[in-house]
């Protein structure tokens, strides 16, 4: 996924930006998960909000998908 596909899952407010802050790949019984981090920053660079983007996708069939969004408090 791109960060533009991450931008219209995670909502940033006109004048802040989004920024990516570390990944992680997991494989776990037939199932490879890809973990991103982002946190939206404000026109200053303080940060206002985290959230963890989890895309899910099986390695045998049916190869189903997911994406799931998590705030970070």
Do not use: C, W
Request: charged share 25%.
């Amino acid at each position: 996924m791109t960060e533009k596909e991450h931008q219209r899952r995670i909502y940033v407010p006109q004048g802040h930006q989004l920024r990516a802050t570390g990944a992680e790949s997991v494989q776990r019984d037939g199932v490879e998960t890809r973990i991103s981090y982002f946190e939206v920053v404000d026109p200053e660079g303080v940060r206002v909000g985290s959230y963890v983007v989890r895309e899910a996708q099986s390695i045998n069939p049916p190869f189903a998908a997911s994406v799931t969004v998590e705030t970070v408090e």
